[in-house]
């Protein structure tokens, strides 16, 4: 009994001896003896982007397109689209921003269901409005644009989340081609 007992304190020191030796040397790989000492230099201040410096989308190596600001979203487009366009609405050093990114990508892919208003164009041949038909829905409306985020449309266009569009409503798809457009905050 003694003897079965002595067995298995000696098997237990040798399991414990064998589990501390490799936390020490694990530890001993892997901490540095030394604190490290400080740079000798200290990095230059980003610039915030404003505005005036806003990023310009870039093509990503991941599938993804930049459209700025820290936002991504997947290259290509949904359905027959190319690309997307993106709603960009957000607040910059305490300006607002309510911009359409990639507007290159914004084509109308002709009506449908839930999206089966009239088209408004700019003196240059760009989508600038939409007039809205009974029955329609701002996140459908994007679609027929190839907008990443349609649903953002209302937001655009001064509604809050839980309010509809409304029946012959024009709404700004592009605010780039609608000279006189001001970003109303309906949270303001």
């Not at 003694?2 to 901490?31: D, P």
């Not at 600001?69 to 305490?94: K, L, R």
């Not at 953002?152 to 409503?169: C, F, S, T, V």
């Amino acid at each position: 009994m003694v003897a079965r007992g002595l067995r298995s304190a000696a098997i237990g020191a040798v399991v414990l001896t064998v589990a501390l030796a490799g936390c020490s040397m694990f530890t001993e790989q892997n901490v540095p003896t030394e604190e490290p000492s400080p740079s000798p230099t200290v990095p230059a201040e980003q610039p915030r982007a404003t505005a005036a410096t806003r990023p310009t989308p870039a093509e990503r190596t991941d599938g993804y397109v930049d459209v700025g600001y820290g936002t991504s979203i997947p290259a290509g487009g949904a359905g027959d689209c190319t690309g997307s366009a993106y709603i960009h609405i957000a607040s910059v050093d305490w300006e607002t921003i309510a911009e359409l990114a990639l507007p290159e990508n914004l084509v109308d892919m002709g009506p449908r269901q839930f999206a089966e208003g009239e088209v408004g164009y700019d003196d240059q041949g760009r989508i600038a409005t939409y007039t809205v038909a009974p029955g329609d829905v701002d996140g459908v409306i994007g679609d027929r644009f190839c907008i990443y985020n349609g649903i953002a449309l209302g937001m655009l266009n001064g509604h809050k989340g839980y309010e509809p569009i409304q029946p012959g409503e024009v709404l700004v798809i592009n605010p780039a081609a609608v000279p006189d457009f001001e970003y109303h905050n309906p949270y303001n």
